[in-house]
């Protein structure tokens, strides 16, 4: 039911989600410690402590209060609990926000100022001087990155919390860690020791639906293979050979091979030049370039995350049924 609100509906415009309470106390938090650091000096073994302190307050208490607030109503009427836990949930699912995103820019493209000004909206880089095609490949390393750690790692742990019943509240606590790793997670100044231990975990917590996205991109590739030059995707075995060759070189041990499964299994190339505020960052090229990025080529990897979330809600489904039964 989760699955079909998101689809339905979404995330509405102006209504209070989750992840803004999450990113206030992030804030509020991060902000304190860093005046602290600055006016006593704090070494970095402080600060990395501090970030240990930030990641547990946050993940345990959004999974924490989540599961005992449900606990609460379940004890007044499941049909408290029920609608409040569906909302819940259907937050944590990003598919419908992923796609309005990609179709925001899209929609625009024509006009490249607007374009830029959407898309900025969106990603961290730099978007004033993209041009058409760069604007092009920063939406598809958008929806390809994202399709993990918004839809189909969120997907992962609401059907592990199935299992024993706090479907919702794990997957607020992965949302949680997702939340941190985007707000503090840097390698630079001034998170770079405060925002440690929040990139780290998340890195762990991804690093298995990742894997498992990856091999259900690489079964959906049969799709976009030409029949007659097989220059357009990658069978499954070629896009998990090339996921072997160009992903590892990426910082990231899961966005590099996130994005990569769908560069392989369209036929295009990801990765490259980026600005950041103004300093200039080259990412290992991923994938091969057999043929340019078009919005048919996004639309295509909104298809395969689509198929993916489908495919993996019905087989864990399954597999939640099974686990409660022989339970």
């Not at 100022?113 to 604007?135: E, F, H, K, N, W």
């Not at 498992?212 to 799709?223: D, E, H, K, T």
């Not at 992903?247 to 990801?270: K, T």
Request: charged letters at 15%; a neutral charge.
């Amino acid at each position: 039911m989760a699955a079909g609100v998101d689809f339905v509906v979404g995330d509405p415009w102006g209504w209070y989600h989750p992840v803004q309470a999450m990113g206030a106390v992030i804030t509020a938090y991060s902000q304190r410690v860093l005046a602290w650091e600055k006016r006593w000096q704090l070494p970095p073994a402080v600060m990395k402590l501090a970030g240990v302190g930030l990641g547990c307050l946050l993940v345990l208490g959004s999974g924490g209060l989540s599961w005992l607030g449900l606990q609460g109503l379940g004890l007044i009427s499941p049909w408290l609990r029920y609608p409040v836990e569906l909302v819940l949930l259907a937050s944590c699912f990003a598919g419908r926000s992923l796609r309005r995103a990609a179709e925001d820019v899209l929609a625009v493209l024509h006009d490249l100022p607007v374009a830029r000004d959407r898309l900025a909206m969106y990603v961290g880089r730099d978007t004033q001087q993209l041009s058409r095609v760069d604007i092009q490949r920063a939406v598809l390393e958008t929806v390809s990155e994202n399709a993990i750690d918004g839809v189909l790692a969120p997907l992962f742990y609401a059907l592990v919390g199935a299992c024993f019943g706090a479907a919702a509240p794990l997957t607020l606590a992965y949302k949680a860690a997702s939340t941190l790793d985007s707000m503090v997670g840097y390698r630079t100044a001034p998170y770079r020791d405060l925002g440690w231990f929040s990139a780290q975990f998340e890195d762990v917590l991804t690093w298995l639906p990742c894997r498992l996205s990856v091999l259900m991109v690489a079964v959906l590739s049969v799709r976009f293979v030409d029949s007659k030059t097989e220059q357009l995707g990658g069978s499954p075995c070629q896009v998990l050979r090339l996921c072997w060759r160009d992903a590892r070189s990426d910082p990231s041990p899961n966005a590099g091979w996130s994005e990569c499964a769908y560069a392989a299994a369209l036929g295009v190339q990801l990765g490259g030049a980026n600005t950041y505020r103004g300093q200039l960052k080259v990412k290992p090229l991923l994938g091969d370039d057999s043929r340019p990025i078009t919005p048919k080529v996004i639309d295509e990897a909104l298809w395969i995350t689509r198929w993916s979330f489908l495919i993996g809600l019905g087989l864990g489904m399954w597999s939640v049924v099974t686990f409660a039964t022989i339970w």
